[in-house]
């Protein structure tokens, strides 16, 4: 990864934050944003904007993190909520793959990764927006990996369960909430961020120049084993 480009959007927490350090760790360039904007460029990509600040004239690799985790029954989700779900997950990266194009198209080796959920998959009660928009994601995934390979732009996604995150700290906030969570999977626990970076750096890396269009199963055995 040395020397290359790489735009990541969420990099300041979670599996973002894992992967901002693996990259730093093999010498790529981050171009990082997020909305906080604590550590990074502030920009907000569930609304509108005019343009990215800062890209760079060569985009290496693409990496999308942001996300959300609003578990409720279908009967008390709103249209709002439906929407809010499909402008962080889903019109976000779409907004980052519109302002990218140009630069992804001057690289030699461009991958760009999205991340969807073991939910599209499996069947999980309570998560109907969340799969709804993760499965836009992968929609996106295979169409873009099919429309972009004659410029040789990689695209793939990654679909894992539940990880050790900020984001599902309501999810594993006790000791057993947590040890009900890793006896779910077959592997005996849940996802750490380190987990899905590695994945990430697999597929932005020239291992997977022969994968495009992919959904990569990081989840502990979730989603094929019982």
Excluded at 168 to 180: F, M, R, V, Y
Aim: include cysteine; glycine fraction near 10%.
């Amino acid at each position: 990864m040395r020397g290359k480009n790489i735009v990541l959007v969420g990099g300041n927490s979670g599996i973002g934050k894992a992967v901002a350090e693996q990259l730093t760790a093999q010498g790529a360039t981050l171009f990082m944003y997020s909305k906080s904007g604590e550590g990074t460029t502030p920009l907000d990509f569930s609304i509108d904007f005019e343009e990215i600040p800062g890209l760079p004239e060569v985009i290496d690799g693409l990496v999308y993190c942001p996300g959300t985790i609003n578990l409720k029954p279908f009967h008390r989700i709103s249209i709002e909520d439906f929407k809010q779900e499909m402008e962080v997950n889903f019109y976000g990266a779409v907004r980052l793959l519109q302002a990218c194009l140009k630069g992804l198209k001057k690289s030699t080796s461009p991958a760009v990764v999205l991340y969807s959920t073991v939910a599209v998959q499996t069947g999980m009660g309570f998560h109907s927006g969340i799969s709804s928009a993760k499965g836009a994601i992968e929609g996106l995934t295979r169409s873009l990996a099919a429309e972009w390979a004659p410029s040789k732009i990689r695209v793939n996604a990654i679909a894992p369960s539940l990880t050790e995150t900020p984001l599902a700290g309501a999810l594993l906030s006790t000791p057993e909430k947590k040890e009900a969570s890793d006896k779910r999977h077959p592997l005996g626990r849940v996802g750490h961020p380190e987990d899905i970076a590695a994945a990430t750096l697999f597929l932005l890396s020239s291992e997977a120049a022969w994968m495009t269009g992919q959904i990569l199963h990081v989840d502990g055995g979730m989603s094929h084993i019982k």
